[in-house]
């Protein structure tokens, strides 16, 4: 009876400790996914940052939402960057360098990721369908009722982990034009009384009326 006792004794340790051993594994295997989100996270933001640094730093560049293209477009929220137009007074432009092909001309790069580069840095890229699309802007960010051309995708790019034996997940990046934006968050005060409402105000517009009001 003891040795059965003991025998049923250890068969419950090894039990709990290939439990214990497995729930470690588990949350091992978590762990490192989560430090490669955060790591992709991190690496999207940076070729977010330098493509905005790219393609709209020199003050010579415009920027604007892919719906000044066409009414019916299927990204209409994509930010795209445009060399703007030089004006001389002795050699003003002609009626060609208004036209489409003279504005594609000078246009640079959607701001937006993609598996391959060059093709977001072509005019009509925005009139495309999106290709292993992942949504960055959509119900859960602009509103249950918000309609379909409010959200923003962009494309997955996978990565691959440094061994090459597994896979290193993926990102996907957009940068948006907050200047054409209304602000309706500015601290205005109607009737500012004290010397640093009245500074605030110096920095801030008057509000629109906003409230109650839905996108």
Known sequence: ?????????????????????SIA???????????TARSNARLALMLALGELQRSAGPDQRVT????ILDEKI????????????????????????YKQPAK??????????YADPASSRKAGFARET??????????????????????VSATKVALTAPNKKTSGGALAWAVLDE????????????????????TVQLG???????????P
């Open 74 to 97: 299927a990204n209409p929220r994509l930010t795209g960057v445009w060399e703007s137009m030089e004006i001389k007074a002795t050699s003003p432009p002609a009626a060609a360098d």
């Open 64 to 67: 604007a939402r892919a719906d």
């Open 179 to 198: 200047g054409i934006k209304a602000r309706v968050n500015t601290p205005y005060t109607a009737n500012a009384v004290s010397a640093a409402s009245k």
């Open 1 to 21: 009876m003891i040795t059965l006792t003991l025998m049923v004794l250890l068969t419950l340790i090894v039990v709990g400790l290939l439990s214990l051993s």
């Open 104 to 113: 594609d001309a000078k246009f640079k790069a959607w701001l937006v990721s």
């Open 204 to 214: 801030a517009g008057e509000r629109r009326r906003l409230a109650g009001r839905h």
């Open 25 to 35: 594994l588990r949350t091992s295997a978590e762990g490192a996914a989560m430090a």
């Open 130 to 151: 999106v290709s292993s699309p992942v949504t960055l802007w959509g119900q859960g960010t602009v509103g249950d009722k918000a309609l379909s051309q409010n959200s």
